[in-house]
């Protein structure tokens, strides 16, 4: 059986149901703070029986999407493109459907999009990164959040994140630069053999974010990249930030679709692209952001919301899958606790290694009691 993506494919239902997820700590950064994940799973069908697993979670803060809207788009116009007469031209086409059907609410569409690759995967027998081109035996490496509190909590963390295999600590930062590297000169004695990647959230201006690295630079911070710097519409200040600092840039609010990955490109404002599925609308558009990076040179991270499994997962085909995505950022999935939803991959220390199984590597949901 050929994995092209112009095979045939035929979705006969859509369908979806509510998730809720307790985090085992708060997650919190400069701009919200959570203690529970709650969202969607969504299971795509099709005309053979096949279905395939997808998932979203509710981001207010970044995309604007709530349980409720989600749901309205899902089982509105994303399921009417899906189900209402021939989609030519198989995933490619089923996946450009999803992401004609309304403009905006990416995460709804990922969570459709994602389920429809699962169950393409599972009609062919194979892995998803197999039918991406990909290698089950590609062996991912992912960092651990530490989220933002007082120096002492973040040094904790950061220790305990470290003691599990953690190398690599993405360091949530504040509104004050001052504090904050305070608290970096706490975590990096207590964690001196750690990187760090620092995100910023948006929360300095040019100027200001080329005077704060240098200055965390100084203090002898192991930096791997500073992340979204400044505000995601002022691609003239990130350029001016990439070029005045030796440290890798990191674009992540500024682009969420292949044209954002264009436009940086052209103008030089970022030295990597971070990628999420929840941002950009789903796998095919993720790849499709991921080739642009690749012709222009630009390595790239794939990262997530705070999401359930299903969603990581698919994030971490993705990346195993293209040769431009080489820097992990999936570890949401370990900070909710919930022993309902196994699958996927395992988690060894950092190292993500995906399961051989076809498609993401989930048992397929039960539509029983599900919307549609």
Request: glycine share 8%.
């Amino acid at each position: 059986m050929t994995n092209s993506p112009n095979q045939a494919l035929t979705v006969t239902n859509v369908y979806s149901r509510n998730y809720a997820g307790r985090l085992r700590r708060p997650f919190v950064t400069s701009r919200r703070r959570v203690e529970e994940v709650t969202g969607l799973l969504v299971t795509v069908e099709l005309d053979d029986g096949t279905v395939g697993n997808g998932s979203a979670a509710e981001t207010l803060q970044v995309t604007g999407e709530s349980v409720e809207s989600m749901r309205a788009v899902i089982h509105g116009p994303v399921t009417e493109a899906l189900t209402n007469g021939p989609v030519l031209g198989g995933l490619r086409g089923h996946a450009d459907a999803i992401a004609a059907a309304c403009v905006a609410n990416t995460s709804a569409k990922a969570a459709v999009d994602i389920a429809l690759h699962d169950a393409w995967a599972r009609k062919l027998g194979v892995p998803l990164v197999e039918a991406l081109g990909g290698d089950t035996d590609t062996v991912l490496r992912t960092d651990m959040t530490v989220s933002l509190a007082a120096p002492e909590t973040m040094a904790q963390e950061a220790v305990n994140a470290f003691e599990d295999g953690f190398t690599a600590l993405k360091i949530k930062l504040g509104d004050d630069w001052l504090a904050d590297l305070e608290r970096l000169k706490v975590v990096r004695d207590a964690v001196p053999e750690a990187e760090f990647r620092l995100d910023a959230n948006q929360g300095w201006d040019a100027k200001s974010a080329v005077r704060i690295i240098r200055a965390i630079q100084d203090a002898h911070i192991p930096l791997q990249l500073v992340e979204q710097p400044v505000p995601k519409d002022d691609l003239h200040g990130l350029a001016a930030v990439t070029a005045a600092v030796d440290v890798p840039i990191m674009a992540d609010e500024a682009v969420n679709s292949p044209r954002d990955a264009f436009e940086i490109a052209r103008a030089g404002a970022a030295d990597i692209l971070n990628i999420k599925l929840a941002k950009c609308g789903g796998i095919g558009r993720a790849i499709a952001i991921a080739d642009v990076a690749r012709a222009a040179g630009l390595p790239c991270m794939i990262g997530a919301m705070m999401e359930p499994r299903i969603s990581i997962a698919a994030a971490a085909h993705v990346a195993a899958a293209h040769p431009a995505i080489t820097l992990v950022d999936l570890d949401s999935a370990e900070w909710i606790d919930d022993r309902a939803l196994v699958g996927g991959y395992t988690l060894q220390g950092d190292r993500l290694h995906l399961l051989q199984t076809p498609g993401l590597g989930f048992e397929p949901e039960t539509t029983e009691g599900a919307k549609r």
